[in-house]
């Protein structure tokens, strides 16, 4: 059941389910929302309570008008936690620039973390997308995200992860109902934000997946980051950058054994 919670200065929609005595703590891609998760969620509720939000500015969570900073997206994390009385150390997941937050909250808050799973980590903007960036902001607050969608999908969920077209074309219509606004902030976000240096900070056990088919961040990349994290586990997958929607079936058959301890 979907609910809210006013935390950390803003209103956040998230969903808490399952009653293992472990929590998995699921953070979404940019542009997502915490229905990124839906074809991956029975998968995780079998074995874990399993706690999912959509990040400030997206989904139903409050919407933002400026800039957003990556403290607070930590912070809200913690927050939520917090509010929801969880005091054990949780595994935390995180796709895409998800996996950036999600790897801060680890090096931030090591003891409220057991486990930490990093697909296509995203900890700051290459040099060569920054242009690019700069203007899908303001392109986005100018135009809407209906003219930016074919382009943007088209760099991160390509053809050949098309084959379940019932499963692409929902992501698309999903991905085009993110508000202008928040979707630039978050774009803008990624400018400022450097995460690298954070990576050597995480003391609990990592699985860092990159994926074949992810041109934004290729495995290559995602290898050297993996290498910054103490003990980390590196895999590569067939999939691409939003993986957990992409290839939910894989996704998990390729998470949940390393959340057991595997």
Not at 66 to 73: V, Y
Not at 123 to 148: C, D, K, L, N
Not at 163 to 188: C, H, K, L
Request: charged letters at 20%.
């Amino acid at each position: 059941m979907m609910k809210w919670l006013d935390v950390n200065g803003v209103s956040l929609r998230y969903e808490l389910s399952g009653s293992s005595a472990q929590t998995v703590v699921l953070v979404h891609e940019l542009g997502g929302c915490l229905d990124s998760w839906d074809e991956t969620l029975p998968a995780f509720q079998r074995e874990f309570r399993t706690l999912r939000y959509d990040q400030r500015g997206f989904g139903q969570s409050e919407k933002v008008s400026g800039t957003l900073a990556l403290d607070d997206m930590v912070a809200d994390i913690a927050a939520l936690l917090d509010a929801l009385a969880i005091k054990t150390p949780c595994h935390v997941v995180g796709s895409a620039l998800g996996a950036g937050i999600a790897a801060a909250f680890a090096a931030r808050h090591p003891a409220r973390v057991a486990r930490l799973v990093v697909q296509s980590l995203v900890t700051r903007s290459s040099p060569a997308t920054r242009p690019h960036m700069v203007a899908r902001a303001a392109e986005v607050e100018r135009t809407g995200m209906r003219p930016q969608a074919q382009a943007s999908l088209d760099r991160s969920y390509p053809e050949v992860l098309r084959g379940n077209r019932e499963r692409f074309e929902n992501y698309r219509a999903r991905w085009m109902t993110n508000d202008p606004q928040s979707f630039a902030a978050i774009n803008r976000m990624l400018l400022d934000m450097e995460v690298d240096t954070e990576l050597g900070k995480i003391s609990c056990p990592t699985l860092s997946i990159g994926c074949k088919h992810d041109s934004l961040r290729t495995p290559a990349m995602v290898q050297e980051l993996s290498k910054l994290i103490p003990g980390a586990r590196y895999v590569e997958a067939d999939s691409g950058h939003f993986m957990h929607a992409q290839s939910p079936e894989l996704f998990v058959q390729t998470v949940i054994p390393f959340l057991r301890g595997a």
